[in-house]
């Protein structure tokens, strides 16, 4: 059976659902289901009800998605080197998650967008690692051996996969469109390798 890969994210203006889309091509080319999640904006979360899905785009996460999947991509735009609030409210429900072990020896890889080279990716990116080490997952970064990592003057870091939108919200370079690709393929593979091992 195919193992079930969760790529959650949250996009303000699409830059970072650009990537989650070439990410969850990448894990399905990698042979494993992708299972495209978003969050709500923080005021839905102030909200009594929040709807298990927006008016456009893909259903809001809900914490069964975490039981249910074997890997995890993890996207956010760069909010001042950080990532957005609404991503970072939901990590912060994930208590009983991490106390019943739910994500426990998992793959994960994080992946950002930023309005400008510097914004920031890193530091996104290195930060939203945190409460995913505190879950017990296994980080995957994106090694040098992918050529694209070398030759990018867009995005791209070997702490996972970036995008720079610029002001007017460009669509992915040829670099980082290659770089999202192979770390959807990588995550699904180790994902691939685990069950197997744990088979």
Known sequence: MKPEILVLYYSRHG????LAQAIAKGVEIGGAIARVRTVPPVR???????????????????????????????????????MAAPLKVFLDSTSDSWL???LIDKPCCVFTSTSSQHGGQETTLLSMMLPLLHHGMIVCGLPYSEPALHDTNTGGTPYGVTHVAGQHNSTLSQHEQQL??????????????????NQ
């Open 15 to 18: 830059s970072t659902t650009q």
């Open 180 to 197: 999202a690709l192979a770390q959807g393929k990588r995550l699904a593979e180790v994902a691939r390798r685990l069950q197997r091992a």
């Open 100 to 102: 019943k072990g739910h």
């Open 44 to 82: 839905e979360y102030q909200s009594e009800a929040i709807q298990a899905v927006p008016s456009d785009g893909p259903p809001f996460v809900n914490k069964q998605d975490l039981v249910d999947c074997q890997g995890l991509a993890l996207g956010s735009p760069t909010r001042f080197g950080n």
